[in-house]
Nanobody, 126 residues
Framework: QVQLVESGGGLVQAGGSLRLSCAAS????????MGWFRQAPGKERECVAVISKSGGSTYYADSVKGRFTISRDNAKNTVYLQMNSLKPEDTAVYYC???????????????????WGQGTQVTVSS
């Protein structure tokens, strides 16, 4: 069992930055690959970034590549999402999620994740 709690969301102007954090409970955090998803009003939840269990490999959606950076600190049971050059279209509720499935190097569909945080709102004003 893993419990996830996101923080760091807020209101920022276009071009600004935010860093989201996701704190995980439990002693097996390093057994889970982690993902950040987002859901804007009226849209489906989409994957924006994934990081492997060790942190050595990452995946980014094209829409955030070069602007967002996912990282993790397994000693602190925390995964981060650094968001730079924010755009109004980045406005959404951001969720972190965890899975420990084997096989594919990166999983980008929400049904593949077993544990979810409650979400944190990010609003980017123009």
């Amino acid at each position: 069992q893993v419990q996830l709690v996101e923080s760091g969301g807020g209101l920022v102007q276009a071009g600004g930055s935010l860093r989201l954090s996701c704190a995980a409970s439990g002693r097996t955090f390093s057994s889970y690959a982690m993902g950040w998803f987002r859901q804007a009003p009226g849209k489906e939840r989409e994957c924006v970034a994934v990081i492997s269990k060790s942190g050595g490999s990452t995946y980014y959606a094209d829409s955030v590549k070069g602007r967002f950076t996912i990282s993790r600190d397994n000693a602190k049971n925390t995964v981060y999402l650094q968001m730079n050059s924010l755009k109004p279209e980045d406005t959404a509720v951001y969720y972190c999620a965890a899975h420990n499935r084997l096989g594919l190097p990166f999983r980008i569909y929400q049904y593949e994740y077993d544990y979810w945080g409650q979400g944190t709102q990010v609003t980017v004003s123009s």
